[in-house]
C-alpha cells in the first residue's frame, strides 16, 4: 500500500511511499511538499518518479497530530532553518536507506516551501542530488557552496519568491564549483510545474496570485531534473564532474 507510517524522532509520520515496477534495488528520493501539504499532485508527483525507477516517499509534514498547529509548525521551521520538519526529512531519507529495495542512493525534490527545505538540507551531506522548484534560499546562501550537485527552477513572474533568486543560487553554487543546472523560464510563474486541483470557479485566484501551470515549461524541468538524478543516482558520478569542469555552460539562468 502506498500510504506508510514511518519512524521519526517526535513519532511516526505517515507518508505516501510509490514503488517502481520491476526488480530493485533502486535509489531513493524523498519529495518535500509545497504549503498544501500531502495532495493528490503531491502524490502523481511521487508516482511520476516512481516510473522512472526511484523508490519514493512522500513524508506528510502536517501529519502528526492537530493539522493546523503542525503547518503553523513546519512553516515556521522552514524560514528558521531548523524544527521538527527537518528531522522528518532526514527520517524519511533514513527509512528508505533501510529498505532492502533501496540502492543506498538518495537525492531529494521539492517545491515551493519544499524547495526551501531542500535548499537548507543540500549542505548538510545526506542527499546525493538535490531538486529544488522555485525555492527560497536559506538565510546564509553561502552555506549552498558546500551543496550536494542541484539543478533548480524558477520563473521569472513569480510573485513569491524573490526575483534575482536564480541568479544568486547559480552565483554561489558556481564560487563553491558546486555541479549544477539553474535555470529561470521567462514566461512561468510560482508553482508552475504543480496541477492544483482547485476547482475552476477559484483557479482566477491562482492567476492574479501568479500560481499556474504551465506544461512546457513543467516538461522542460522535468527532463533536466530527471537527467541530474540519472547521473547521480543511477551512475557512477565521476569525481571530477564539478561545474567548471563539467559542463557549467549547462547550467543557464535565462
Not at 25 to 38: E, K, Y
Not at 166 to 178: D, F, K, P
Not at 215 to 231: G, I, M, N, Q, V
Request: aromatic share 10%.
Amino acid at each position: 500500500m502506498p500510504n506508510i507510517s514511518y519512524p521519526a524522532p517526535a513519532g511516526d509520520l505517515p507518508g505516501y511511499l510509490a514503488i517502481p515496477t520491476g526488480e530493485g534495488p533502486w535509489p531513493g528520493v524523498v519529495v518535500i511538499q509545497d504549503v498544501q501539504g500531502m495532495t493528490a499532485d503531491l502524490r502523481r508527483i511521487s508516482d511520476r518518479l516512481a516510473s522512472e525507477g526511484y523508490l519514493t516517499l512522500a513524508p506528510h509534514l502536517y501529519g502528526r497530530g492537530f493539522k493546523p498547529r503542525c503547518m503553523i509548525a513546519t512553516i515556521r521551521a522552514h524560514f528558521a532553518d531548523t524544527g521538527v520538519a527537518y528531522d522528518d526529512i532526514t527520517a524519511a531519507r533514513e527509512y528508505l536507506v533501510g529498505d532492502p529495495r533501496c540502492s543506498g542512493r538518495i537525492g531529494l525534490i521539492g517545491f515551493c516551501m519544499g524547495a526551501g527545505f531542500v535548499l537548507q538540507l543540500s549542505p548538510r551531506g545526506l542527499f546525493d542530488v538535490a531538486a529544488a522548484q522555485y525555492g527560497l534560499a536559506p538565510k546564509n546562501i553561502e552555506t549552498l557552496a558546500r551543496s550536494c550537485p542541484v539543478v533548480a527552477s524558477y520563473g521569472a513572474k513569480d510573485r513569491i519568491v524573490k526575483q534575482g533568486s536564480a541568479s544568486a543560487l547559480e552565483s554561489v553554487l558556481t564560487r563553491g564549483r558546486v555541479d549544477h543546472d539553474v535555470k529561470e523560464y521567462p514566461d512561468a510563474g510560482h508553482s508552475f510545474m504543480n496541477k492544483s486541483g482547485i476547482p475552476a470557479p477559484f483557479t482566477i485566484i491562482e492567476t492574479l496570485a501568479g500560481f499556474s501551470y504551465s506544461e512546457p515549461e513543467a516538461e522542460d524541468a522535468w527532463t533536466r531534473t530527471l537527467a541530474f538524478f540519472a547521473k547521480y543516482l543511477t551512475q557512477t558520478p565521476d569525481p571530477s564532474g564539478l561545474s567548471e569542469q563539467d559542463g557549467a555552460n549547462d547550467a543557464s539562468t535565462s
